[in-house]
């Protein structure tokens, strides 16, 4: 089987954890779901997303526990028997293992945090480190860090529009960096989404181009969007950075209406046999220029 199917199984896998974290979760069951044996299924659980599948468990029934005890009422015991923590204690060593306090005090500091910013969740609009907004119409949509919807640790990026219009409008929050660390390489990007309400499509993006600003290689995920609700999954792009490049841009792209969160970025090499993902532009080069009258049909 080819690597790139592997994600689609991944894909579903996740999804399937996604919608139980408060059920109980086994390797056999989360395998039996995407179709393979148990032992199969963690060698290419691992090896795509970098974790174990029971890692991968415990690290989001956290997050989602962080995110309850900020935004809900509940009990701490309650909210460790919803997340299959067998007992209290159990929990707060898990979590102070993540968050480095106790789940008591992490709600006292991050809720003061909050109640300091409106008590709404901690925004800061087009004032992320390392990140800007841009696009066609970047002035009708909103990027900032949120406290509620998070994948991993405390808190996630979000883009999301607010006075669009047009399903033809786009924003993305993006960066760019200098190409030189992987020449000749080929990388993955990867990171994880989630999405509500999109109407028109979102997408990683990564574009690889050399030193006159000519694109050498370029993926969207315009042949796989991510569209409507989803729940947190991962996605990745594959590109090859030729010696000639000298600039790398990636980000997450929203066209049309939506709010999209993303997580956990990250780059790494990649050999040969992981396909690429860049979107080759077809077009038939012509012998002589035809039709300059715009009379022929």
């Given at each position: 089987?080819?690597?790139?199917?592997?994600?689609?199984?991944?894909?579903?896998?996740?999804?399937y954890?996604?919608?139980?974290?408060?059920?109980?979760?086994?390797?056999?069951?989360?395998?039996?779901?995407?179709?393979?044996?148990?032992?199969?299924?963690?060698?290419?659980?691992?090896?795509?997303?970098?974790?174990?599948v029971?890692?991968?468990?415990?690290?989001?029934r956290?997050?989602?526990?962080?995110?309850?005890?900020?935004?809900?009422?509940?009990?701490?015991?309650?909210?460790?028997?919803?997340?299959?923590?067998?007992?209290?204690?159990?929990?707060?060593?898990?979590f102070?293992?993540?968050?480095?306090?106790?789940?008591?005090?992490?709600?006292?500091?991050?809720?003061?945090?909050?109640?300091?910013?409106?008590?709404?969740?901690?925004?800061q609009?087009?004032?992320?480190?390392?990140?800007?907004?841009?696009g066609?119409?970047?002035?009708?949509?909103?990027?900032?860090?949120d406290?509620?919807?998070?994948?991993?640790?405390?808190?996630?990026?979000?883009?999301?529009?607010?006075?669009?219009?047009?399903?033809?409008?786009?924003?993305?929050?993006?960066?760019?960096?200098k190409?030189?660390?992987?020449?000749?390489?080929?990388v993955?990007?990867?990171?994880?989404?989630?999405?509500?309400?999109?109407?028109?499509?979102?997408?990683?993006?990564?574009?690889?181009?050399?030193?006159?600003?000519?694109?050498?290689q370029?993926?969207?995920?315009?042949?796989?969007?991510?569209?409507?609700?989803?729940?947190?999954?991962?996605y990745?792009?594959?590109?090859?950075?030729?010696?000639?490049?000298?600039?790398?841009?990636?980000?997450?792209?929203?066209?049309?209406?939506?709010?999209?969160?993303?997580?956990?970025?990250?780059?790494?090499?990649?050999?040969?046999?992981?396909?690429?993902t860049?979107?080759?532009?077809?077009?038939?080069?012509?012998?002589?220029?035809?039709?300059?009258?715009?009379?022929?049909?």
């Amino acid at each position: 089987m080819r690597t790139v199917n592997y994600q689609r199984i991944i894909q579903k896998a996740i999804n399937y954890i996604e919608d139980n974290l408060h059920e109980s979760l086994t390797l056999e069951n989360i395998a039996s779901y995407a179709g393979f044996s148990k032992y199969h299924f963690l060698r290419i659980f691992q090896k795509e997303t970098g974790i174990t599948v029971g890692d991968y468990v415990r690290i989001r029934r956290l997050a989602s526990a962080a995110s309850m005890l900020l935004y809900t009422d509940e009990s701490i015991i309650n909210i460790a028997y919803y997340f299959r923590f067998g007992t209290q204690e159990s929990f707060t060593r898990a979590f102070k293992k993540v968050y480095h306090m106790p789940p008591g005090q992490y709600r006292r500091i991050m809720s003061s945090i909050i109640n300091k910013n409106g008590g709404k969740n901690m925004k800061q609009q087009q004032k992320i480190k390392g990140w800007f907004l841009s696009g066609s119409h970047p002035f009708n949509y909103e990027m900032g860090i949120d406290t509620k919807e998070v994948h991993q640790g405390k808190c996630s990026g979000y883009l999301k529009s607010v006075t669009v219009q047009s399903a033809d409008e786009f924003a993305t929050m993006m960066q760019q960096f200098k190409a030189e660390k992987f020449l000749g390489k080929r990388v993955k990007l990867s990171a994880f989404v989630k999405t509500k309400n999109v109407e028109g499509f979102c997408g990683l993006w990564m574009r690889v181009d050399n030193t006159l600003n000519d694109v050498l290689q370029f993926d969207n995920m315009s042949d796989r969007p991510i569209v409507k609700d989803t729940n947190w999954n991962l996605y990745s792009i594959v590109l090859d950075v030729p010696e000639n490049s000298a600039l790398i841009s990636f980000g997450v792209l929203l066209s049309g209406k939506g709010h999209v969160w993303v997580d956990q970025f990250k780059f790494e090499e990649v050999d040969k046999s992981v396909p690429t993902t860049n979107l080759e532009i077809a077009y038939d080069v012509l012998d002589e220029p035809i039709n300059l009258s715009f009379e022929e049909e």
